[in-house]
């Protein structure tokens, strides 16, 4: 198998894990959409011209599909900014519900309406 088919078979993996994702734990997902990444970046250096025609079409698969897990990256990438947004919102909520005068300005003034 050349290397342009091992690169191929890799990044049709990334792109089915990336579209099926996330039925695991998050941690376990990234891990292996990480080492998938991984495996394939060590493709790289052995992949050089000349190519024939079948692994030109392989070359096009290859940047259609990466152009599509780039969206997926990035929609993944929305999804945890959310995520990690509303839980540091909630944090907040939940200390101000515990404790509403823990912010109180404490300077010590009042004023007297007295004439």
């Known amino acids: 198998m050349s290397a342009v088919e091992q690169c191929l078979r ?6 089915s894990v990336l579209l099926n994702g ?6 376990e997902w990234i891990n292996q959409v990480n080492a998938l990444f991984d495996e394939r970046e ?5 992949i050089s011209e000349p ?5 030109r079409e392989m070359g096009n698969q290859i940047i259609s ?3 599509r897990i780039q969206e997926l990256l990035a929609t ?13 919102s909630k944090k907040t ?4 519900y515990i404790n509403p005068y823990d912010q109180v300005n404490r ?4 004023y007297d309406k007295r004439n």
């Not at 890799?10 to 792109?15: G, H, M, V």
């Not at 300077?107 to 009042?110: A, H, I, R, Y």
């Open 10 to 15: 890799l990044t049709k993996a990334i792109y």
């Open 42 to 46: 060590e493709l790289f250096p052995q």
């Open 107 to 110: 300077d010590g003034t009042f």
């Open 22 to 27: 996330k039925k695991e734990s998050r941690e």
């Open 51 to 55: 190519f024939s025609p079948e692994e």
């Open 93 to 96: 909520n939940m200390k101000k």
């Open 65 to 67: 599909l990466n152009s």
């Open 76 to 88: 993944n990438h929305l999804h945890l900014q959310d995520e990690m947004s509303s839980l540091r």
